[in-house]
């Protein structure tokens, strides 16, 4: 969408899929019009799930103390929030960080959020009836094997 038209300055706003090079498509503008053209600036205004609404400036951050700057960390399963949760108990929790397979027939092929004792463990795949680890998150799922032991 044209924003606003200021020759020879242009402003739009784009919706655009992953994996979309914005400054290649300005150069491609500036070809197919004859005129050239570049990228003078670029905003992200929102990515996957995120956008500047939640977002702090790093000026705010530096004049955070330690503990307001952590208040503003989202936790690391924030980013797989769409995918459903497994929940491991201990034995389990040893194998996956180990890397080894979990038989889990109970629910269908996919990938999964993995949790133990409510802590986010990593990025299961399920595929016939068997969970793999795919991504682990060593240090919290440490804690709660030496908390549960």
């Known amino acids: 969408m044209l924003d606003a038209w200021n020759p020879p300055d242009a402003r739009l706003t784009?919706?655009?899929?992953k994996g979309t090079y914005v400054r290649a498509l300005a150069e491609d503008l500036g070809r197919d019009l004859g005129c050239g053209?570049?990228?003078?600036?670029?905003?992200?205004?929102?990515?996957?799930?995120f956008d500047l609404i939640g977002a702090v400036t790093l000026d705010a951050l530096a004049s955070m103390t330690e503990a307001d700057r952590?208040?503003?960390l989202l936790p690391a399963d924030v980013l797989v929030a769409a995918l459903p949760r497994l929940d491991l108990d201990n034995a389990e929790l040893a194998r996956f960080v180990q890397g080894q397979a979990i038989d889990w027939r109970a629910v269908e092929d996919g990938m999964y959020r993995a949790y133990a004792?409510?802590?986010?463990?990593g990025i299961a795949r399920l595929a016939a009836g068997v969970a793999r680890p795919h991504r682990v998150l060593a240090p919290p799922v440490t804690k709660v094997l030496i908390e549960s032991a």
């Open 14 to 17: 784009l919706r655009c899929a």
């Open 37 to 49: 053209a570049h990228l003078a600036e670029l905003r992200r205004v929102h990515s996957g799930g």
């Open 70 to 72: 952590a208040a503003c």
């Open 117 to 121: 004792a409510g802590v986010f463990a």
